[in-house]
């Protein structure tokens, strides 16, 4: 464990993120798909991090100290996107959501590390590793043991977490056929319930995920699952 928690750091941008987080005050944790494909030995193209307060300050910050000029900042989420060597890095600013029933859209308020995972869409995209000389892998959820397991289970309750936002529904089909994962038995039945509101997403979304379906190893898979689970 300690050897892949140290492997995290090995690239030389996320080495430099490390030093810069040792230098000064603040808490930020690598989340979501970086830390994922580390367990599963696949390289990843993008860095997320999540901040507890003052992630967009943080961002501004750190691409002064990698001599980035151009951030791109959304205020509204408490984001902040730079890229560096190639390598995207997307800031988010821990935070709680809510969601009304017409719109995937969240109302956005300020967090905790343990808020900002319970809003992830899968638990193997909710691990998070702390940032400093001494990393610690932070897993409420046991996403490390699902990966695995091979499975797709959503942190919460999977009916609430498809009714907020009914795009993760097409996320899991993509993340099955992506890395050959089953969805666990709960997690597909709450996909069947919630097929129906999937119409409050854009078409534009909507085929984003089926493409990424369609260049997955094997997109047969994600066919079948989306006919079974009343999305097609």
Do not use: W
Request: charged residues 30%; glycine residues 6%.
């Amino acid at each position: 464990m300690q050897a892949l928690l140290d492997k995290a750091f090995a690239r030389p941008v996320v080495a430099k993120i490390r030093d810069f987080v040792s230098q000064n005050d603040y808490q930020a944790f690598l989340i979501g798909g970086y830390v994922r494909d580390l367990f599963l030995y696949r390289d990843s193209k993008d860095i997320d991090i999540v901040v507890e307060k003052n992630g967009i300050q943080f961002a501004n910050e750190l691409a002064k100290y990698l001599g980035v000029k151009k951030v791109a900042v959304f205020k509204t989420y408490g984001t902040a996107q730079l890229v560096y060597k190639g390598m995207e890095i997307e800031v988010v600013n821990a935070r709680k959501e809510s969601y009304t029933t017409e719109s995937r859209n969240p109302a956005v308020e300020q967090g905790t590390l343990q808020d900002d995972q319970n809003r992830r869409d899968f638990t193997i995209n909710a691990l998070a590793i702390k940032i400093g000389n001494k990393p610690e892998l932070i897993d409420p959820f046991n996403g490390l043991g699902h990966l695995d397991q091979q499975i797709i289970k959503t942190p919460l309750d999977p009916d609430l977490t498809f009714s907020d936002d009914p795009l993760r529904m097409m996320r899991a089909i993509r993340f099955a056929c992506q890395l050959g994962f089953r969805i666990e038995e709960k997690t597909f039945e709450a996909i069947r319930k919630n097929a129906h509101r999937l119409e409050i997403i854009s078409q534009e979304r909507i085929t984003t995920e089926f493409n990424k379906i369609m260049e997955s190893p094997v997109p047969s898979i994600g066919f079948y699952l989306l006919e079974e689970a009343g999305l097609l």
